[in-house]
Each structure stands twice: as structure tokens, then as C-alpha cells.
Nanobody
Framework: QVQLVESGGGLVQAGGSLRLSCVSS????????MGWHRQAPGKQRELVAS???????YYAEFVKGRFTISRDNAKNTVSLQMNSLKPEETAVYYC???????????WGQGTQVTVSS
């Protein structure tokens, strides 16, 4: 019953920055672990970053130091600030919500991030 809508994707040059946002509706937001995943053409979806309701953060090693995940439980949003983007990070980026009660995953429709050389 969680609905997630991502925004903020687009075309940037290598080394540039983008800030992705995801707004949640349809279910309580604050109890869910939130995450950002990405999927490049022909590749599996991979976890980029996640954040617990209390603010504990996890980053994949390949983005550590460049990306920052944050959430605002009052606004039902989770964001991903992406800096120093690389062409190989071109992918569709998906917002994810995981219920700590049911372990059910909900996904947004994705937002395209294209990093040009």
C-alpha cells in the first residue's frame, strides 16, 4: 500500500551533481527503512544507500563519500544527494521502502539518471 514517487533525475556531465527525492504516501512513512537502488541496462538492481527510521545510514562502498542519503519523516520524503557522478552510474534510480513488520518491499517507478562523458 506504499506509493513512492521519485523525482530529480536528469542529464548531467561527469563530475556533476544531482539530488533525487522520493515522496511516500498510502502508508506510514516513519516506520520504514528507506533506500535508493539503481539499475543500469543489462545489469541487476543494486543497493546504493539506505536509512533507518532513526537515521542510521548505509552506503555501498562505490558511492561512499560522494552520496548522501537523508529523510524527513514529517514530510514523508527521502533524498539522495549525488556528487562527483561518473558515466558508469548512468541508471534508473529507484526509491524503496521496506516494512520492518512484514519485510515487504515497495518501489517507485524510477527516475533516469544519465551521466555523460
Amino acid at each position: 500500500q506504499v506509493q513512492l514517487v521519485e523525482s530529480g533525475g536528469g542529464l548531467v556531465q561527469a563530475g556533476g551533481s544531482l539530488r533525487l527525492s522520493c515522496v511516500s504516501s498510502g502508508a506510514p512513512f516513519g516506520i520504514n527503512v528507506m533506500g535508493w537502488h539503481r539499475q543500469a541496462p543489462g545489469k541487476q538492481r543494486e543497493l546504493v544507500a539506505s536509512i533507518t527510521p532513526s537515521g542510521t545510514k548505509y552506503y555501498a562502498e562505490f558511492v561512499k563519500g560522494r552520496f548522501t542519503i537523508s529523510r524527513d519523516n514529517a514530510k514523508n520524503t527521502v533524498s539522495l544527494q549525488m556528487n562527483s557522478l561518473k558515466p558508469e552510474e548512468t541508471a534508473v534510480y529507484y526509491c524503496n521502502a521496506r516494512s520492518p513488520i512484514t519485510s515487504r518491499n515497495s518501489w517507485g517507478q524510477g527516475t533516469q539518471v544519465t551521466v555523460s562523458s
